[in-house]
């Protein structure tokens, strides 16, 4: 009753990864299986698997109890002209017996063929000494020319786009500048007509001055002259007042 509940359980785990394998997604499976036997059991590769490249894929697992067992793997996936190319089939774990706690870990470097259809995994089928994995989707096969191509056009274009702001902010801040330079210069010659009316007033006022000095010394000349008269008739007048003939008395 046990082991045909296990089984049941193990024939649902294998349609819903057959059913997830019917639609092909950018985000792969990654396969994990663990029992009473294995701790775990895993299978991964990269999500993209690009044709014409060499893909790295590992197998790892451990037993939790002493076992007679081994692993067989195979990967294979669909090209133009063939609908099931096996491009990997190795045992990473050979037959034998294992104790308590052995683990296992095996790499593969595999090459995806140039004509591998496009939008199709590459599936792996798993085989152990008491039960089987067929049909595991690990990699989705896509040629990224025209994705890297379109990747580049959106980066150039985000870097057109950049350059852009960068130059309508370099342009607003001449533009600023402009205006600044404009706006100086307006004070520069409104300080330039401020500095001639000031210059026009002070020639004035110097000439004024002038004026004001020739008469002050025109004043000053003709006081002196005045009172040089004014001296010269109080000298006369002394004079002849001490040269005035005296009176003889009888």
Same mark, same amino acid.
């Given at each position: 009753m046990k082991r045909d509940k296990k089984l049941l359980v193990l024939g649902v785990l294998i349609m819903g990864i057959l059913g997830l394998g019917l639609t092909p997604t950018a985000k792969t499976l990654s396969f994990t299986y663990s029992d009473g036997v294995i701790a775990y059991l895993t299978v991964s590769g990269p999500d993209l698997a690009k044709p014409g490249n060499?893909?790295?894929?590992?197998?790892?697992?451990?037993?939790?109890?002493?076992?007679?067992?081994?692993?067989?793997i195979t990967l294979w996936l669909e090209?133009?002209?063939?609908?099931?190319?096996?491009?990997? #089939?190795?045992?990473?774990?050979?037959?034998?017996?294992?104790?308590?706690?052995?683990?296992?870990?095996?790499?593969?470097q595999v090459f995806i063929p140039n004509d591998a259809v496009n939008n199709r995994y590459i599936y792996a089928n798993m085989t152990t000494s008491i039960r089987q994995f067929s049909k !595991?989707? !690990?990699?989705?096969?896509?040629?990224?020319?025209y994705t890297e191509l379109q990747f580049q056009v959106t980066s150039l274009q985000s870097q057109?786009?950049?350059?852009?702001?960068? =130059?309508?902010?370099?342009?607003?801040?001449?533009?600023?500048?402009?205006?600044?330079?404009?706006?100086?210069?307006?004070?520069?010659?409104?300080?330039?007509? =401020?500095?001639?009316?000031? #210059?026009?007033? !002070?020639?004035?006022?110097?000439?004024?001055?002038n004026d004001l000095r020739v008469q002050d010394m025109n004043a000053t000349n003709l006081s002196l002259f005045s009172m040089g008269i004014a001296a010269v008739f109080v000298a006369t007048t002394i004079f002849f007042a001490v040269r005035k003939p005296k009176v003889k008395t009888t």
């Open positions: 060499t893909e790295s894929y590992t197998v790892s697992g451990s037993f939790t109890v002493v076992a007679n067992d081994f692993v067989h090209t133009s002209s063939q609908f099931s190319k096996v491009v990997l #089939e190795e045992d990473p774990l050979p037959p034998g017996t294992y104790s308590a706690g052995t683990t296992f870990t095996k790499t593969y !595991i989707g !690990i990699s989705l096969v896509q040629n990224l020319t057109v786009s950049s350059l852009r702001t960068q =130059n309508d902010n370099l342009q607003s801040q001449v533009n600023s500048l402009q205006t600044e330079k404009s706006e100086l210069q307006s004070q520069i010659d409104s300080l330039n007509s =401020n500095v001639t009316d000031l #210059e026009s007033q !002070i020639n004035s006022l110097q000439s004024q001055l």
